[in-house]
């Protein structure tokens, strides 16, 4: 069986906070291996630090303005507030159609933003958001296939309330995973295979107390707590690697990849509370079982969730015909609104002209966002007296492209801190509803993401290093390079050659391509312009209609 040229291994939230320490004491001996013989480094995610855009960015090497990829959802404008996205919506050429119009191949699993699959040289099966197992596999063949070798196929893990089950169901959907990926490795073999490891994120978020003797939650545990909730989700991730490292040769190049990392949250800050407060933001009376399933929502997209499950909830709620986008909609009262904050972790302005209900002229709209920042900025949490939002960019601060406008107006950056040795930030939660500004996290959210993932490269060429300045836009044109495969000019992100050593660069050039033209607001499906037709036939295709 011929070896993969490149083998990625991602991990969702996986920090090196907790990798370094524990390969150092000997619990990760395949991460301490691949660290030892490998290049590593801190990698920059993306703004938010969140699957969809960061994993989006990694499949195009485009920042967010020019795949419009913000968060899970995205604005509409024109009827409805928020829609969530797809692999429909990325602009943008992605390192799968590349490398199959090169005439390689490729195998794509549980890559967040890949559903629906898309036909390429090679096979995909879509991660999260799928709504069944069948329709995440292309080519759909390959669905039986995998359930007669691995066994049923796992695709998602419901929620439970029993942490003990909750937790050995998210480990065991990791081994499966596991099993997957050898079975494809060993009988599809393809010239790069990727495959990211989504349940590690899952465990962080709730179990990260247990662990944690200063989290505000800890002692709210008792009995329940299960100190080794997370390491034993590093031991499995590294037993992963153990055995998929087994399955490849010495020409392989391995890169193991997180799309963020992760941090403890020890307080949370209600914006919309904050908003509400000063009377920007305006609730419609008697929605108490809306805005909760809006809120649920919001958490939920933190586990193994599917747009499916979500559908039949606040469906169900809504009555026939609508989307869940209204479920916001619908709590609002727009004609009173100027700002709400999510549900894609930003603050949205309720603009005349452009919004289908706004009322903030745009006259008033540079005013607004220069008060929003200021107030915003200043606030204080009187528990810690720390300020939860450290910054607040205007969306054309950070992004640039065709598609930036489908960015929140403003985008905060939550406060980092460290305290007895541990860093820790700010929940900024999206609840419409919270009666406290300032509370202690949910259960469900104790920890939350950071901005600083991990990268570590291992194979032909590539030397031991420690790594600075490393992107996650940066995966997709070092994957071609890797591969040696020409690597587009106008990428955000660029090849990494401090990995490699001298010797393999000099003998190994960058081949670049010229650029293909960009062409705005045509790949894309969630943009103002998208027409019913075309609206209705995807969210059948996520299983909505
Ligand atoms: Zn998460």
Redesign the pocket.
């Known amino acids: 069986m011929p070896d993969p040229r490149v083998l990625v291994i991602g991990l969702?939230?996986a920090t090196f906070d907790l990798i370094e320490p524990w390969s150092e004491s000997g619990h990760l001996p395949n991460f301490a291996s691949l660290m030892a013989e490998g290049a590593w480094g801190r990698m920059r995610s993306t703004m938010p630090a969140n699957?969809a855009p960061a994993w989006s960015t990694f499949a195009t090497g485009l920042e967010p303005g020019r795949h419009g990829i913000f968060y899970f959802v995205g604005p509409s404008r024109d009827s409805e507030y928020f829609r969530p996205v797809s692999s429909e919506s990325i602009h943008g050429r992605t390192l799968w159609d590349r490398i199959s119009a090169q005439g390689r191949t490729v195998g794509i699993l549980n890559v967040p933003m890949t559903y629906p699959p898309k036909p390429v040289n090679g096979y995909m099966i879509a991660g999260m958001l799928s709504p069944n197992a069948p329709a995440a596999f292309w080519p759909p063949e390959l669905y039986q296939q995998v359930v007669q070798e691995c066994g049923d196929y796992v695709f998602r893990v419901q929620p439970q309330q029993d942490r003990h089950l909750f937790l050995a169901q998210l480990l065991s959907g990791m081994e499966y995973r596991c099993r997957v990926s050898e079975y494809l490795l060993e009988h599809h073999p393809v010239d790069m295979f990727a495959v990211v490891f989504r349940m590690i994120?899952?465990i962080m978020?709730r179990y990260w107390p247990d662990m944690d003797h200063h989290h505000p939650l800890h002692a709210t545990l008792g009995d329940s707590a299960l100190p080794d909730a997370i390491l034993s989700g590093y031991r499995l991730l590294d037993e992963a690697i153990g055995r998929l490292l087994a399955r490849i040769g010495s020409r392989t190049t391995v890169l193991v990849v997180s799309d963020h990392g992760f941090r403890a949250e020890y307080r949370r800050f209600a914006v919309n509370k904050w908003l509400r407060d000063r009377g920007l933001l305006v609730l419609r009376p008697g929605r108490s079982t809306l805005l909760s399933a809006a809120e649920d929502w919001a958490e939920r997209l933190?586990v193994e969730m599917t747009l499916k499950s979500l559908g039949k909830q606040a469906l169900g709620r809504l009555g026939g015909g609508a989307t869940f986008a209204p479920i916001l909609f619908k709590s609002v009262d727009w004609s009173h609104t100027q700002v709400v904050f999510g549900p894609n972790v930003g603050l949205n302005i309720n603009l005349e002209g452009r919004d289908f209900a706004g009322i903030v002229p745009v006259s008033r709209y540079e005013a607004l966002r220069d008060r929003l920042i200021e107030d915003l900025k200043g606030r204080r949490d009187p528990e810690t007296g720390l300020a939860p939002v450290a910054e607040v960019y205007r969306r054309e601060e950070i992004y640039k492209g065709p598609v930036a406008n489908l960015a929140p107006d403003l985008v905060p950056e939550p406060t980092e801190y460290t305290t007895n040795g541990q860093r820790c930030g700010f929940g900024l939660a999206p609840s419409l509803t919270g009666g406290q500004e300032f509370s202690s996290p949910s259960r469900r959210l104790a920890a939350g993401?950071a901005r600083e993932g991990i990268f570590i490269a291992r194979g032909p060429g590539i030397r031991s290093a420690n790594l600075a300045d490393v992107g996650i836009a940066d995966m997709a044109p070092t994957i071609l390079y890797a591969m040696g495969l020409p690597v587009p000019k106008n990428l955000d992100g660029r090849v990494l050659t401090a990995p490699f050593d001298a010797a393999y660069v000099a003998a190994h050039p960058i081949q670049y391509e010229d650029p293909e033209v960009e062409a705005a607001g045509k790949a894309g499906r969630v943009l103002p312009e998208e027409d019913e037709v075309a609206l209705e036939q995807r969210l059948r295709g996520l299983g909505y209609l």
Request: charged letters at 25%; zero cysteines.
């Open positions: 969702d939230g699957s994120d899952p978020h933190h993401h």
